[in-house]
Structures are given as C-alpha cells and as structure tokens.
C-alpha cells in the first residue's frame, strides 16, 4: 500500500477533456492523482505521464462505472495504492453515445445518477475527515426543468440532474463524515467533444452561447475552477460555483 503525505485524488473520466485538465490542475497543487478510464488506456497512460511531471504520483485504473464489479474491483487497485482519499471528482457521465442508448434506453441514469452514487459510496470508507466530493455538471444538467433543454441532450440533463439530486440528498451523511460535497457546473466547455455532438443537432448553438457569454470556458479553466474549488476550506457542504456564462442567461422554459 503507498504511503504519502501528499493529499491524494480520484477523478472518474480522467484521460481527457475536464478530467485531464483537473487532473493535471491537482499534480500542480501537489496531490497524488488516481484516474478512471472507460476505454482510452493510451489517453490515460499520457495522462499519468503528464502528471507525473509535477513529481507527484499517478495512477490510471481502467473502469466501467456502470458496472459494480468493475467499480470494486477499482477500489481493490486504489487500496494497493494509497491508503486514504482527500478529494473524489465525479466527472465520468454519459447519455450521448447512440450505440449505448440504442441497447439500455436507460444508460444515461445508470450512469449519472446509479454509478454516481456507487462510487461515492465505495469512496467513503477511503476518505479521509476534512475530504471533499465535487460533482461535474453542466448548466443546462443543473437547472433541467428549468431552462430550455436541447432534445438531444434532455436524457443527459434529466439523469444527470437525478445524479445531483441524489448526491445532495446525502449531504447530512457527508457532514457526519466531515466531508464537503461541492457542486461544478460548467457552460458549453470549448474543444470536447459535448458541444460538437450537440452542434449537429443544434447548429449555431456554441456561436449562441460564445456570444451569450462573451467566451466560453476550456477544459483548462473547468480543471482549474475544480482544483480551486477542492482546496477552497470555506465553501460550505452543498456549495455550487459556476464556471463560463451565468445559469441567468439560459433561455427559461
């Protein structure tokens, strides 16, 4: 088991985009950093690399959340590895892969809402008093029911808005572990891959929002807000902080 004095991280979906951007965010704070991955093991392994620039250590666990047994088998790996978690960042979602809705109509629960939960509770017993949960969403996730949805993009903003929920409902057992749960919620983020699936349906949407905005945020700038937002000692448990354009300037349903 690796001992370190360093605070130590788990991020779900770190070999690219926001999860790789705030994996490399915490290096650079000086945590050691464990990611999932679904099915980019060479991602993944130029992540760690690059993590390991900053003198910290890496760790790429490859990982079906939706899947229990690959879930406990990821908790096996990080026990090998460390023997305490400061920070979890639930990152990892899905509901826009065709082939996979195609099979499970309801994938997208299971995955922002079911695995959400599973890993925070697998997460737990690692988590070390004074540790915290920050939960990745999106504007239009956050305020579904709300705001103006985009079809395409309704399941995701509904299961992921469940995930939410569902994760705020345990907020008092956090606060009996003396663990923070903090909410991360995102406008469009420039060069992933969720704006270009949702353009095909929407053309004109991410021009909309750039100039709603002024400009829209980076995987760099979600990874850093989310690095801040972890090592921020007076955000309260529940706390939501908004990175890009503000949850005001959504169309109203």
């Known amino acids: 088991m690796g001992l370190t004095a360093r605070p130590v991280a788990l991020i779900t979906g770190g070999s690219r985009g926001i999860g790789a951007a705030t994996a490399l965010a915490l290096a650079g704070l000086g945590y050691d950093v464990a990611i999932t991955y679904h099915n980019k093991a060479a991602r993944a392994k130029e ?6 620039k900053q003198n910290v250590r890496a760790l790429a666990v490859g990982c079906d959340i939706t899947r229990q047994e690959n879930i406990d088998q990821l908790f096996v790996r990080l026990g090998e590895w460390t023997n305490s978690l400061d920070l979890l960042v639930l990152n990892a979602s899905g509901g826009l892969e065709r082939d996979l ?44 029911g709300k705001v103006q949805q985009l079809p395409s993009y309704a399941p995701v903003a509904a299961s992921k808005y ?49 100039n709603i905005a002024g400009h829209l945020p980076t995987a760099d700038d979600m990874g850093r807000a989310i690095a801040a937002a972890a090592r921020d000692s007076s955000l309260p448990n529940g706390h939501i902080v908004v990175v890009g354009g503000s949850l005001e300037s959504l169309p109203q349903s």
Do not use: C
């Open 47 to 52: 992540v760690v690399a690059e993590v390991m």
């Open 101 to 144: 809705l195609d099979i499970d109509s309801q994938y997208p629960m299971r995955i922002n809402r079911d695995a959400q939960l599973a890993i925070l509770d697998a997460t737990l017993t690692f988590m070390v008093r004074g540790g915290v949960v920050v939960f990745v969403t999106s504007h239009w996730a956050h305020l579904y």
């Open 162 to 210: 469940a995930g939410e929920q569902a994760l705020l409902s345990r907020k008092t057992t956090l606060a009996e572990n003396n663990v923070r749960l903090i909410i991360v919620t995102g406008d469009l983020i420039e060069g992933t891959i969720t704006p270009r699936l949702l353009e095909r349906n929407a053309p004109g949407l991410v021009e909309q929002r750039r």
